[in-house]
């Protein structure tokens, strides 16, 4: 299928880093701003290449690349840029609505109080709906191996009708269950929060268990689900009790398939099982996840699943519908969001 028509087809993100989503020049900038002398290289195409992390192999190698990124996010300007630069190059990617995710205790180093931070990530939302149309709304995440995600889960509860539609458990999975935050999960939810967290990534189905007795209604990657399931000559034949849930209630699966061979999740794209659990009928929606951290963009992960998976415009427009419907935004925004899909397919 011609790129260019790719290109052009709307699309609903619903997994994309604020953090792992920045342009190598605007790296270079914010650091030349702030007096940060820490940066691997010196030039956009240096950087660009330093940051590419397609040889990272495990979750945990892959995650050092933020250290750089967030580095540069610790004040507000830097903050509203990056954020409002991703809103401009997702927009002209197709995006016709997306959800940005990003933990904002990550980003007190310079001095700057939580909210501050919320403001201002925020507000470079607000100026790239403005400038491109689309709906943005952010996700806050806690990490699964830090200890304050009470904290995170009140400080965006604080957000709930100001643009924060969400609550996430990031960060490393093998060995830090969701459930050591369950209390931050339930606190979130009470403050009219949805909640999507990373399950079935670095860990196996035994998280997504863990993450759906905390009360996931979306799963952050949730591939390793296939350990679930009984596949026989490329069909899905029979489905374990965690498996058997997912499908039955329709729960999202935030599936990123780049980022995913980056981390070692899976040796190969032909090896990826986003085609088989989307011919399955699982709620697969596709998304970047880390565009710079994976050198990708969602008309990439289009590419990706019609050449190797056999995706039609058919399915990409089913999965685009999907994530549409599993977006954590407000009934009237869903509703302009599936009117946008179905309109721009026809055209494409």
């Known amino acids: ?40 290289e010196a030039t956009v195409a240096g950087l660009s290449r330093w940051f590419f992390q397609a040889g990272s192999a495990t979750l945990e190698r892959y995650l050092e690349a933020f250290a750089q990124t967030v580095a540069v996010m610790q004040t507000a300007e830097s ?23 990003f933990a904002p205790m990550l980003h007190l180093a310079g001095g700057l ?18 400038q491109t149309g689309i709906p943005v709304f952010v996700i806050a995440c806690a990490l699964r191996h830090l200890d304050d995600s009470a904290g995170v889960a009140t400080l965006a509860g604080q957000f709930a009708h100001r643009g924060v539609v969400g609550f996430d458990l990031a960060g490393p999975e093998a060995g830090f269950p969701a459930s050591r935050h369950r209390a931050a999960c339930r606190a979130a939810t009470q403050a009219g929060l949805r909640l999507t967290l990373h399950a079935g990534e670095g860990a196996g189905v035994d998280s997504m268990a863990d993450a ?6 979306r799963f952050g990657h949730g591939v390793r689900l296939i350990e679930d399931l009984t596949v026989r000559d490329g069909r899905v034949v029979g489905m ?15 599936v990123c398939p780049i980022s995913n061979l980056h981390t070692g ?10 085609g088989l659990l989307h011919r399955a009928g699982f709620a697969v929606t596709l998304n970047p996840d880390n565009r710079l951290m994976s050198g990708t963009s969602m008309t990439e992960e289009f590419a ?21 419907e599993a977006a954590f935004c407000d009934g009237a925004t869903r509703a302009e969001i599936r009117e946008r899909v179905l309109a721009g397919y026809p055209a494409a």
């Open 1 to 40: 299928m011609d790129r260019a028509i790719l290109q052009r087809l709307p699309k609903v993100v619903l997994h994309d880093h604020l953090d792992g989503g920045l342009r190598p020049a605007t790296v270079l900038d914010l650091a030349r701003e702030q007096g940060y002398e820490g940066l691997p």
């Open 79 to 101: 903050l509203e840029r990056v954020a409002h630069e991703a809103v401009l190059d997702l927009a002209a990617d197709g995006a016709v609505y997306a959800e940005l995710r």
């Open 113 to 130: 109080r939580p909210e501050r931070v919320m403001d201002a990530v925020l507000a470079g939302c607000a100026a790239g709906r403005r």
């Open 212 to 217: 759906l007795g905390c009360g996931a209604e």
């Open 240 to 254: 374990g009790p965690v498996a058997a849930q997912i499908h039955a209630r329709g729960l999202a699966l935030e």
């Open 265 to 274: 999740t899976f040796p190969s794209i032909e090896a990826h099982p986003v």
């Open 304 to 324: 990706q699943v019609v050449t190797h998976h056999g995706f039609t415009v058919e399915d990409l427009q089913a999965v685009s519908l999907r994530a549409a």
